[in-house]
């Protein structure tokens, strides 16, 4: 899948996509919002033009289903949300209480000085991972747009500098320990991510895309990752480093897929 790509689900057949059936696969233009407003709303994104495909699924066909954690509007207006099937027709809130019993251990940190709109790719990310739950670090506004909506079934912090994240994370832990920030930059010094072994807690700390981990941000990390390359780039955008970086997490925590440690090859 491309950057700034979505991918949804339709329903096949019918051309006016009233009913529900079996799912195809739909991908959104960029930047495209799609789901429901804050007050509840089915509605297109400012990226979705009137004679697009839609997204989702139609109104529930026959006697609806049991259950409190099925939203009646959507049950009668249809579910066109950016959410999994096993989430249709469900209730934001449910959906983030379910979502709440399953949360990793990781947390994702990124820091936010210039409104960077990759902010919202990694936030994006952080909920396709189901984070523990994501932390703007400086300027409190920041660029939700790429984030096509998934940040409302997440938990967000905020914190004003690096300081108070590190505040934060002194008693994050279980039992109120400590859990470490590892930043990803590939900085002089910086070491493999490949052959780190990714605590279960942790909380993975992204700059913007330029500048990266800003000095004051570096100086708290516990240890500093780099993504190993094999081009002439110098550096990879931060959305997709920050996919590369909690992917390694799931395949060590989630899958069992232990990394040998070797010797480092520091960032030169």
């Known amino acids: 899948m491309r950057w700034g790509e979505s991918a949804g689900t339709r329903e096949a057949g019918s051309a006016a996509g009233d009913a529900p059936g079996r799912p195809v ?47 009646p509007d959507l049950l009668r207006d249809g579910d066109r949300r950016n959410v999994v099937d096993a989430y249709r027709y469900w209730r ?9 019993t399953r949360r990793h251990g990781f947390h994702v940190a990124v ?6 709109f990759n902010i919202g790719s990694v936030i994006r990310t952080a ?23 998934t940040d409302r079934y997440q938990h967000e912090h905020h914190h004003p500098d690096p300081a108070h994240l590190v505040e934060w994370a002194a008693t994050a832990g279980a039992d109120g320990r400590g859990i470490p920030l590892i930043g990803i930059d590939n900085l002089p ?57 909690m992917h390694a997490w799931v395949r060590r925590h989630v899958f069992g897929q232990a990394v040998e440690s070797g010797p480092a090859h520091p960032s030169l």
């Open 25 to 71: 696969t739909r991908v959104a233009s960029v930047g495209e919002e799609v789901g429901r407003d804050m007050v509840g709303d089915v509605g297109k994104g400012s990226g979705e033009d009137a004679g697009a495909e839609q997204v989702g699924v139609g109104p529930w066909q026959g006697p609806w289903p049991a259950g409190d954690h099925f939203d």
């Open 92 to 100: 934001l809130d449910a959906i983030v209480a379910d979502l709440d």
């Open 111 to 116: 820091e936010n000085w210039g409104h960077d």
């Open 127 to 149: 909920n396709a991972f189901n984070a523990a739950a994501f932390h703007i670090v400086g300027r409190r506004r920041w660029n939700r747009r790429g984030a096509m909506v």
């Open 189 to 245: 010094g910086s070491v493999p991510l490949e052959t780190h072994d990714l605590p279960r807690e942790c909380v993975l700390v992204f700059g913007q895309e330029g500048p990266g981990l800003s000095p004051g941000m570096r100086a708290v990390c516990e240890v500093v990752l780099h993504i190993e390359q094999f081009g002439s780039t110098r550096s990879i955008n931060a959305g997709a480093a920050a996919a590369v970086a």
